[in-house]
């Protein structure tokens, strides 16, 4: 991999290239062993079919892949190979895989064998649809007893499984094609994955409702096969023509706005380092300070009176994030936390509270853990800190609001995080999961209308996992799911997926935007052992100084002709108006600004912001 490229990701591990596979109309991306882009006549019609094994706190195991074969004729290919998943205490996992397509259909079949028997989270088909031209459109649904289901794909996103016992899914591609998914060997469900911010609706093997993990008994073969079928009553014979690649053209939208004020997060372990590089904090101008704290984390008066000299320093608000324990009474730990920021001299502009246990998910079918009631938790945070607003909701991610609603009338604004590596890691995934951002805040204004609202923080790497026991270490800087670190965040890839972010999330109304920390794995400045320049700004700086610049601005919608690789809005201030544009993709892109601006060239995943005439 080039410098540049390494300036681009923060990694020179470069991502395995994919491999076309082509049957007449029907083409097909392999990566890693799985499909990925499965198109018909040039239209997604799948997003992907990959065979995952997952561990017991739903890591995703990486398969060393063995005789892998391919073949490619005209309208038709074929490929096999197998796979071999290690887990823990010498048991290991084989899969044999064979992939073949024709015009009209495609088959992907496995045979998971384990001499030793295997602990499992999950094994077996995923199945994922888009949802650009999905969401909201009607679908026919085979369940694994033949009755067939008229229903649709969920428009506003389902908290829990829409679909379950399925055999079948059926859905209408364009006019005269239609694509029928069918699943052998197991009972599949469908979630909606918009709630962690995935671009996909997940058809997946093993209900939830079932015990996990489960071990795959030894010498006993697991057989599992997907098909898509798809059935095209048009005249048109003709393969597609290779798309070229074209010009993304720009144009005003209807939507207008307020720009959100920007914030970073503070945590404990970061407090000392934040107080070195507190000249930034005047640099950036952030309108707001998110400071963490977690007395089951060992957090106590040392963490508060270093956040009360931080905030000293920030002309702006500040909010301190509590997990709450809820080991005792509500009412006896906020009091006792209140007394400490009293000693400490810390008084926040608001507290967002939540009990600590709610940072984990509570699966389909899982009891919920003990918990006081949220507006036990609340009634107490208002008793313990009067005059200050109090906000609820989740300390961890949309999912956990969606299925833990809090209750509206008792806080002052909600707050959710998003993650992009829970369930993938790739970059295209992770630049995918943006496309569901407007889902997520849409769903989120139809519970709770229009109370304030704030997001974040919500950075590539993970800072806690909900679905497991821990998130994962990530020593060698691969590109790993639920990793608490990512090379990404060191590259220019962390710069245009932030600023993508802001924008997806524009139309919210929110009033605060968190996308980062000061410093840590987190931050916007590297520490001594990151792979930049010693103290050096990330480039995702930039673009954090750039919307807190713009906070309180008014901001115009631009629609964009391909809004998976380039998106923009146009922002007006006191200094004027100006056209910012980002480049999502790892490719250079024209784009013509029409009456916005003139033609210019974006180098892969830029940024720019151009002088518009008022």
Same mark, same amino acid.
């Given at each position: 991999?080039?410098?540049?490229?390494?300036?681009?990701?923060?990694?020179?591990?470069?991502?395995?290239?994919?491999?076309?596979?082509?049957?007449?109309?029907?083409?097909?991306?392999?990566?890693?062993?799985?499909?990925?882009?499965?198109?018909?006549?040039?239209?997604?019609?799948?997003?992907?079919?990959?065979?995952?094994?997952?561990?017991?706190?739903?890591?995703?195991?990486?398969?060393?892949?063995?005789?892998?074969?391919?073949?490619?004729?005209?309208?038709?290919?074929?490929?096999?190979?197998?796979?071999?998943?290690?887990?823990?205490?010498?048991?290991?996992?084989?899969?044999?895989?064979?992939?073949?397509?024709?015009?009209?259909?495609?088959?992907?079949?496995?045979?998971?064998?384990?001499?030793?028997?295997?602990?499992?989270?999950?094994?077996?088909?995923?199945?994922?649809?888009?949802?650009?031209?999905?969401?909201?459109?009607?679908?026919?649904?085979?369940?694994?007893?033949?009755?067939?289901?008229?229903?649709?794909?969920?428009?506003?996103?389902?908290?829990?499984?829409?679909?379950?016992?399925?055999?079948?899914?059926?859905?209408?591609?364009?006019?005269?094609?239609?694509?029928?998914?069918?699943?052998?060997?197991?009972?599949?469900?469908?979630?909606?994955?918009?709630?962690?911010?995935?671009?996909?609706?997940?058809?997946?093997?093993?209900?939830?409702?079932?015990?996990?993990?489960?071990?795959?008994?030894?010498?006993?073969?697991?057989?599992?096969?997907?098909?898509?079928?798809?059935?095209?009553?048009?005249?048109?014979?003709?393969?597609?023509?290779?798309?070229?690649?074209?010009?993304?053209?720009?144009?005003?939208?209807?939507?207008?706005?307020?720009?959100?004020?920007?914030?970073?997060?503070?945590?404990?372990?970061?407090?000392?380092?934040?107080?070195?590089?507190?000249?930034?904090?005047?640099?950036?101008?952030?309108?707001?300070?998110?400071?963490?704290?977690?007395?089951?984390?060992?957090?106590?008066?040392?963490?508060?009176?270093?956040?009360?000299?931080?905030?000293?320093?920030?002309?702006?608000?500040?909010?301190?994030?509590?997990?709450?324990?809820?080991?005792?009474?509500?009412?006896?730990?906020?009091?006792?936390?209140?007394?400490?920021?009293?000693?400490?001299?810390?008084?926040?502009?608001?507290?967002?509270?939540?009990?600590?246990?709610?940072?984990?998910?509570?699966?389909?079918?899982?009891?919920?853990?003990?918990?006081?009631?949220?507006?036990?938790?609340?009634?107490?945070?208002?008793?313990?800190?009067?005059?200050?607003?109090?906000?609820?909701?989740?300390?961890?991610?949309?999912?956990?609001?969606?299925?833990?609603?809090?209750?509206?009338?008792?806080?002052?604004?909600?707050?959710?995080?998003?993650?992009?590596?829970?369930?993938?890691?790739?970059?295209?995934?992770?630049?995918?999961?943006?496309?569901?951002?407007?889902?997520?805040?849409?769903?989120?204004?139809?519970?709770?209308?229009?109370?304030?609202?704030?997001?974040?923080?919500?950075?590539?790497?993970?800072?806690?996992?909900?679905?497991?026991?821990?998130?994962?270490?990530?020593?060698?800087?691969?590109?790993?799911?639920?990793?608490?670190?990512?090379?990404?965040?060191?590259?220019?890839?962390?710069?245009?997926?932030?600023?993508?972010?802001?924008?997806?999330?524009?139309?919210?109304?929110?009033?605060?935007? /968190? #996308? &980062? @920390? *000061?410093? +840590?794995?987190?931050?916007?400045?590297?520490?001594?052992?990151? =792979?930049? !320049?010693?103290?050096?700004?990330?480039?995702?700086?930039?673009?954090?100084? /750039? #919307? &807190? @610049? *713009?906070? +309180?601005?008014?901001?115009?919608?631009?629609?964009?002709?391909? =809004?998976? !690789?380039?998106?923009?809005?146009?922002?007006?201030?006191?200094?004027?108006?100006? #056209?910012?544009?980002?480049?999502?993709?790892?490719?250079?892109?024209?784009?013509?600004?029409?009456?916005?601006?003139?033609?210019?060239?974006?180098?892969?995943?830029?940024?720019?912001?151009?002088?518009?005439?008022?």
């Amino acid at each position: 991999m080039t410098a540049d490229a390494f300036q681009l990701y923060g990694t020179r591990v470069e991502e395995r290239p994919t491999v076309r596979l082509t049957a007449g109309k029907l083409t097909a991306d392999l990566a890693d062993g799985n499909l990925r882009t499965i198109r018909y006549d040039g239209v997604e019609v799948l997003r992907a079919i990959s065979y995952l094994v997952r561990d017991r706190d739903w890591g995703t195991y990486s398969p060393e892949i063995a005789g892998l074969r391919i073949e490619q004729g005209k309208d038709r290919f074929e490929v096999s190979y197998r796979a071999r998943c290690e887990g823990p205490d010498e048991t290991a996992l084989v899969i044999g895989v064979r992939i073949s397509g024709d015009q009209d259909r495609l088959d992907f079949e496995a045979e998971a064998t384990s001499r030793t028997g295997f602990d499992t989270n999950r094994c077996g088909f995923c199945i994922l649809h888009p949802i650009v031209g999905v969401a909201g459109s009607p679908a026919a649904v085979e369940h694994v007893d033949g009755q067939i289901e008229a229903t649709r794909f969920p428009d506003l996103i389902e908290p829990w499984q829409p679909i379950k016992d399925m055999r079948a899914i059926t859905h209408q591609v364009m006019p005269d094609v239609s694509a029928e998914c069918r699943m052998e060997g197991d009972t599949f469900e469908m979630e909606d994955q918009r709630n962690w911010s995935d671009a996909s609706y997940k058809t997946y093997v093993r209900p939830l409702a079932l015990p996990w993990p489960y071990q795959i008994p030894a010498n006993q073969p697991v057989r599992q096969k997907t098909s898509l079928i798809i059935s095209d009553t048009s005249r048109s014979v003709t393969p597609p023509v290779a798309a070229q690649s074209g010009v993304t053209r720009l144009e005003f939208g209807a939507r207008t706005g307020t720009m959100p004020g920007i914030g970073v997060i503070v945590t404990p372990e970061e407090a000392d380092a934040t107080l070195t590089a507190r000249s930034l904090l005047t640099e950036i101008a952030l309108r707001e300070l998110l400071f963490h704290f977690d007395p089951d984390a060992g957090h106590g008066a040392d963490a508060l009176e270093n956040f009360a000299a931080i905030a000293a320093l920030h002309p702006g608000r500040s909010t301190l994030e509590i997990a709450l324990p809820c080991k005792s009474s509500p009412a006896g730990e906020a009091a006792e936390i209140a007394r400490q920021m009293q000693i400490a001299g810390f008084k926040p502009d608001a507290i967002l509270i939540s009990p600590s246990v709610d940072r984990q998910s509570t699966p389909p079918g899982s009891k919920w853990p003990d918990c006081p009631p949220l507006e036990e938790v609340y009634a107490a945070a208002r008793a313990a800190f009067p005059g200050i607003r109090i906000g609820g909701g989740m300390l961890s991610y949309f999912t956990e609001l969606n299925r833990k609603r809090v209750p509206a009338g008792e806080i002052d604004f909600v707050s959710h995080c998003t993650n992009p590596i829970v369930h993938a890691a790739d970059d295209l995934s992770v630049m995918q999961t943006l496309e569901a951002l407007p889902f997520i805040t849409r769903s989120v204004r139809a519970i709770y209308d229009d109370k304030p609202y704030r997001i974040g923080p919500s950075t590539i790497p993970m800072r806690q996992n909900p679905y497991g026991s821990r998130t994962m270490d990530n020593p060698f800087g691969g590109r790993i799911p639920m990793a608490n670190r990512d090379p990404r965040h060191n590259g220019r890839f962390a710069e245009a997926f932030a600023l993508g972010y802001a924008i997806r999330v524009l139309d919210a109304g929110l009033e605060c935007l /968190t #996308l &980062s @920390a *000061l410093t +840590g794995p987190f931050g916007l400045i590297a520490g001594p052992d990151e =792979p930049v !320049e010693r103290g050096g700004r990330r480039p995702l700086f930039n673009t954090v100084q /750039t #919307l &807190s @610049a *713009l906070a +309180g601005a008014s901001w115009q919608e631009c629609l964009s002709s391909s =809004p998976s !690789e380039v998106l923009s809005f146009v922002a007006r201030d006191a200094a004027g108006a100006k #056209l910012y544009v980002v480049n999502l993709t790892g490719e250079e892109r024209r784009v013509d600004g029409g009456a916005l601006a003139e033609e210019l060239r974006l180098a892969p995943f830029a940024t720019a912001a151009l002088p518009l005439a008022d």
